[in-house]
Antibody
Framework: QLQLQESGPGLVKPSETLSLTCTVS??????????WGWIRQPPGKGLEWIGS???????YYNPSLKSRVTISVDTSKNQFSLKLSSVTAADTAVYYC?????????WGQGTMVTVSS | QPVLTQPTSLSASPGASARFTCTLR?????????IYWYQQKPGSLPRYLLR?????????GSGVPSRFSGSKDASTNAGLLLISGLQSEDEADYYC?????????FGGGTKLTVL
């Protein structure tokens, strides 16, 4: 059974870069069956897709975040990562990693990231 | 105008049915898209429920009961999530999503209260 687990700092200063990692267990991140994504949820608000990376290496980003986002895969560690630059308080949210062959079938538990000085 | 619009809230009684709507922006034809539905209970992570494009192109999420089903209303350009035999445990936020223009778009979510 595939499992995902997010990790990274829970507090990031304004203007700095938010970096999160999602560790995949129970399966290979190189599988051609899946894509890997990041979704966030500000406190008390709805879901916002950040971006996804496919087994082919193709990446797709939310246009509203595209200039600040990078998603990459490290096959040697069976992980994929998110970098979000120039963060502000508006980036405070629970960040989820997720995957699926189609829908987001499997979700990590989520990690709360607060942007504050 | 958002790509996907959902009512903010819905209430229904135990044992009754609930009908969630996910209206696509004018100019985006609901018939073209798979509509995905997610459930998020308070304090929990989202759960994939199902996707629906047509009766021949639909998928139930793993372990999702058959009382959750999808449909469409072409007249209102909306995707629908139907829950029959409501239970108190169905109280949650429900989000629709589509893959649109090479991006995932989520609706704002509908909060279901079972009372």
């Amino acid at each position: 059974q595939l499992q995902l687990q997010e990790s990274g700092p829970g507090l990031v200063k304004p203007s700095e870069t938010l970096s999160l990692t999602c560790t995949v267990s129970g399966g290979s991140i190189s599988s051609s069956s899946y894509y890997w994504g990041w979704i966030r949820q500000p406190p008390g608000k709805g879901l916002e897709w950040i971006g996804s990376i496919y087994y082919s290496g193709s990446t797709y980003y939310n246009p509203s975040l595209k200039s600040r986002v990078t998603i990459s895969v490290d096959t040697s560690k069976n992980q994929f990562s998110l970098k979000l630059s120039s963060v502000t308080a508006a980036d405070t949210a629970v960040y989820y990693c997720a995957n699926g062959p189609d829908a987001f079938d499997i979700w990590g538990q989520g990690t709360m990231v607060t942007v504050s000085s | 105008q958002p790509v996907l619009t959902q009512p903010t809230s819905l209430s229904a009684s135990p044992g009754a049915s609930a009908r969630f709507t996910c209206t696509l922006r004018s100019g985006i034809n609901v018939g073209t898209y798979r509509i995905y539905w997610y459930q998020q209970k308070p304090g929990s992570l989202p759960r994939y429920l199902l996707r629906y494009k047509s009766d021949s192109d639909k998928q139930q999420g793993s372990g999702v009961p058959s009382r959750f089903s999808g449909s469409k209303d072409a007249s209102t350009n909306a995707g629908l999530l139907l829950i029959s035999g409501l239970q108190s445990e169905d109280e949650a936020d429900y989000y629709c999503a589509i893959w649109y223009s090479s991006t995932w778009v989520f609706g704002g979510g509908t909060k279901l209260t079972v009372l």
